[in-house]
């Protein structure tokens, strides 16, 4: 009797149910590399967007001599300061007075120096200002599509220069 070359049904099926296991596994793959790829690139922009704030809040209070702060009191979600400036440049004056305000609104801080409003952080959740003595805690929050398993928080303690 002669026997015809070709696979039987039993090897068909293991081979497929292989072929199976690895395509489901590939994918799986892929769509974990993508999904990774855009939380990192979240992250990363929540990143960026408190340390551009963190940058302005840092260079102000570092200045500060005065601040709206109650110390010890529960943290709030706006800021002022203000101080005077006795730089070189400043000696054809009697000194340079500065200010700056801090609102928070939305997903938005607003940096008010000296009366010109500018936008220094877009995506923020949370944004907490509180005071002991002359350091100063500020909390940022960032989650630019609100998603809280994307989110990052930092916390600065900063001591502000006083009178």
């Excluded at 199976?20 to 990774?36: K, P």
């Excluded at 929050?141 to 609100?146: I, M, W």
Aim: proline residues 2%; positive net charge.
């Amino acid at each position: 009797m002669k026997r015809e070359a070709g696979f039987t049904l039993f090897e068909m099926l293991v081979a497929m149910a292989v072929g199976g296991v690895l395509l489901a596994g590939l994918v799986s793959g892929i769509f974990q590399i993508l999904y990774g790829v855009g939380q990192v690139k979240t992250k990363s922009i929540a990143i960026a967007d408190i340390e551009s704030a963190a940058h302005w809040i840092v260079r102000d209070v570092v200045m500060g001599q005065n601040t709206n702060l109650v110390d010890g009191a529960p943290a709030v979600s706006q800021m002022s300061l203000s101080w005077t400036d006795y730089t070189e440049w400043a000696k054809q004056e009697p000194s340079a007075s500065h200010s700056a305000n801090y609102t928070y609104s939305g997903t938005q801080l607003v940096r008010n120096y000296d009366g010109v409003a500018t936008t220094i952080g877009r995506y923020l959740t949370r944004v907490e200002f509180s005071r002991s003595g002359n350091r100063i805690t500020v909390t940022l929050t960032s989650s630019p599509e609100g998603d809280p398993r994307t989110a990052v928080t930092r916390t600065y303690r900063l001591l502000m220069r006083g009178q």
